[in-house]
């Protein structure tokens, strides 16, 4: 990158390896890695930043294959100054970094249930861009607004409804950082909460390969959801089912695998690159397709040069 970037209060770093700050540990170097001090700092560079420099907001990097290749970017990571919690009456209000599951027992604590959000890996920024949900839940049903800093640098707040939130997806303005989101929660009894959290859990690690490196669910589950984002589980043809019906389940790469105990989690079972990962999930899709004429869509995001 030749551009010339503004020098901001926070972290700058140039040729940043991102593999270790993805859950799958694979990828290139991103150009540049922005940690911002704060949301003032993060508007004045993105306002001085020269507009043809590409920006990329980055979580935990749980849902997210990097390529070999790395990215021609600026990725933002937020962190600290941007992790805070706040509950008033039925409102709970996190910043983009909040960590998904901490965000869930801080509502329970308070008796508000946000309980769907404790089984889902990432921070709540990627919570929202994904329409994250599970066990019939979504953030469609209780976000209420976001915060956003936009790719000229302007803070702006907008509804729910402005999002389009569907299934997996959302509408966000192109460059926009979400910064922090707010959710209207029903209320319940903290004890029953956290039990049906510690249940939650439970059910997860039997089904999934949570000690493995994984990035979650692969691909999208095919049919059976509406345009609100939220699920018909009696109509719905799970993606697992027909990864198995195509014998993919257990099927190698290099060092990648798709999971024997589910077969719809990629995992780096060691020294996979990320076209070992991106490339045994596309056999997948391949297969499957043979099979019965689905064609699966992509859950984890790919990004950058192969």
């Not at 937020?78 to 998904?100: E, Q, S």
């Not at 690159?273 to 995001?301: C, P, Y």
């Amino acid at each position: 990158m030749t551009q010339t970037l503004p020098t901001p209060r926070g972290t700058l770093t140039p040729n940043r390896a991102l593999a270790d700050l993805t859950w799958l540990r694979v990828g290139g170097p991103a150009d540049w890695l922005f940690q911002p001090a704060d949301e003032d700092d993060l508007a004045g560079f993105l306002a001085e930043a020269p507009r043809d420099v590409a920006v990329f907001p980055m979580g935990v990097g749980s849902n997210l294959i990097v390529r070999d290749g790395g990215l021609r970017a600026v990725v933002i990571r937020l962190g600290r100054g941007f992790n805070g919690i706040t509950i008033d009456g039925d409102r709970v209000t996190a910043g983009a970094a909040a960590l998904d599951a901490h965000v869930a027992r801080r509502a329970a604590e308070a008796g508000l249930d946000l309980t769907f959000l404790r089984t889902i890996p990432g921070s709540i920024g990627g919570a929202v861009r994904m329409n994250a949900g599970c066990y019939g839940s979504y953030v469609a049903d209780v976000l209420q607004e976001v915060r956003i800093v936009t790719r000229a640098g302007q803070i702006e707040v907008l509804p729910a409804a402005a999002l389009d939130l569907r299934y997996r997806q959302s509408q966000l303005p192109e460059g926009a950082v979400v910064v922090s989101a707010t959710f209207r929660a029903p209320a319940g009894d903290p004890a029953a909460l956290q039990q049906r959290m510690e249940e939650q859990l439970a059910k997860r690690d039997a089904s999934q390969p949570t000690k493995e490196r994984s990035a979650g669910s692969t691909f999208r589950n095919p049919v059976g959801h509406s345009s609100t984002g939220r699920a018909d589980d009696s109509h719905e043809l799970k993606a697992w089912k027909v990864i198995d019906d195509a014998g993919m389940r257990g099927a190698t790469l290099g060092g990648a695998q798709m999971s024997q105990m589910h077969s719809n989690f990629l995992i780096n079972a060691g020294g996979a690159t990320a076209a070992d990962l991106e490339n045994l999930g596309e056999e997948v899709r391949k297969k499957v397709f043979q099979t019965s004429g689905i064609t699966l869509e992509w859950e984890i995001m790919r990004i950058g040069e192969a």
